[in-house]
């Protein structure tokens, strides 16, 4: 134990160190760096420190904020205990939203406080977080008001699933989830998360056929290590689904 907090601490020290005389713009700079080489969580949260010394120093606080909710995403994503992963997206909707306060006509506040608000949802399940589906609604229609293809169709691609997972008297609609999906894919045709949320769907509305050719799509994908592709998460899914009893009926 004594360790583990030796090596906390030391690590602290040395993103510390390298911070010292950098500008805020140097440290997001660096941040982005790992953050597009991201693979492990030592290097996430590294990031996450660069990203938490630029807010200190910055002047313009905008992009260090939406970058944070951002890095607590990934993050939370590969927490594994549930109360961890809770509290890691709601400090991912926090630091969205002091981006959003800034920046009222930018996309990135609206869409990572939307996903950040999901995954949280995601984690209470979903009849216990409905609550939140307005403003995830609401935030993912302004990023699509915005900038309809930020993150490759990103908030077209929550919607879809958003509307997959609603029950019906909650204003869940299998055909407003295929049609999000489908603009989704128009933005990012090889992103994999989306392929595995259309084959899903198309599986709930019976198109087995279609359904199993977007999810072998995704599981025929070259491996990716980063992070931030969410492929091993997106094969998986795709894999969980193809073994779904619908597609053994003839």
């Known amino acids: 134990m004594k360790q583990k907090v030796f090596c906390l601490v030391f690590g602290l020290i040395l993103v510390s160190m390298a911070a010292f005389g950098q500008t805020p713009e140097e440290l997001i700079q660096e941040a982005d760096a790992l953050y597009a080489d991201m693979q492990d969580m030592e290097t996430a949260e590294k990031a996450l420190s660069l990203y938490r010394e630029a807010l200190v120093a910055a002047e313009d606080k905008y992009e260090a904020y939406w970058k944070i909710a951002r890095m607590l995403y990934y993050i939370g994503e590969h927490k594994e205990k549930k109360k961890e992963r809770q509290n890691t997206f709601a400090q991912g909707v926090y630091h969205a939203e002091k981006a959003m306060a800034l920046e009222a006509e930018k996309p990135d506040g609206y869409y990572w406080r939307g996903v950040n608000n999901g995954k949280y949802g995601e984690t209470r399940g979903v009849l216990k977080s409905l609550s939140l589906v307005k403003p995830i609604k609401s935030d993912m229609n302004k990023v699509i008001e915005l900038n309809r293809g930020y993150e490759d169709g990103g908030p077209d691609r929550v919607m879809g699933r958003v509307f997959l997972k609603l029950p019906g008297f909650a204003g869940g609609s ?45 599981i025929n994908l070259p491996d990716d290590p980063l992070w931030v592709s969410s492929l091993k998460q997106s094969k998986e899914l795709a894999q969980e689904i193809l073994e779904n009893k619908k597609f053994r009926k003839k």
Do not use: F, N
């Not at 989830?177 to 198309?202: C, M």
């Open 174 to 218: 299998k055909d407003k989830s295929l049609e999000h999906l489908l603009k989704s894919k128009e933005y990012g045709p090889e992103d994999a998360l989306t392929r595995a949320y259309l084959g899903d769907t198309l599986l709930a509305m019976k198109e087995v056929e279609k359904a199993r050719a977007e999810l072998e799509y995704v």
